[in-house]
């Protein structure tokens, strides 16, 4: 039996994060982890998510259902599956581990994107300040990354977060408005969003990454008793395409 790999401090990870490093593995059974540092970082603008007509019909359709960090470990697993299109990933046992301790402090979270009571897709990723730093997303079924992916703009969107780093850039996330930014302008964007600096939502208050679920479908201003406050089930489609309606 192979003796079990050391742990990853998630202290560490934070402060990786906040100086634009992260970590990655060979394999999903590789012994440790390498840090990366990408020259060009792609970011997604919260206020240029893509939107197009076909997600939206997809989001109202009634097709799927989203959740926030209903089953964080199990996106996380789902992430590090193997497919037929990706025969290994990059989430070995300590990045894994390590981030379910950053969950249960609050650093990280996900969303799950489910049909039929199934998870068929969903992402995670760290959050520090009004920077959200994505780590993966996964779809088993069409579209289940993208609802899941609108799902997430939405939310940083009305929790006032500023950055959302999607590490490398793929054709995928180039669909959905990503774009690449230099090491430089994403450090001026990262040191700004995790100081609290800047604000997507020009609020004064921290981010919120439960903001979402305390806002009525109707439009009308949060509701100010906490015991209206809903943070647990589905977030409702409609919900979604009202918090990116003025989305680019």
Known sequence: MSAPLPPLDPDLLLRAYT????????SRDAPSVYWVEPKTRAILPLDHFHLSKSLRKTLLSGRYETTANRDFAGVVKLCAEAAANRPDTWINAQIESAVQVLHEHGHAHSVETWKDGRLVGGLYGISLGGAFFGESMVSRATDASKVALAHLVARLRTGGFSLLDCQFMTDHLASLGAVEVSRSAYMALLDAAVSGAVSAAG???????????????????PAASPDSVTVSGPTSAWRIVQSLAHTS
């Open 203 to 221: 609020a004064s208050s921290p981010p919120d990454f439960g903001a979402l679920d305390r806002l009525p479908d109707d439009g009308s201003p």
């Open 19 to 26: 100086v634009g490093v992260f970590p990655m593995a060979d």
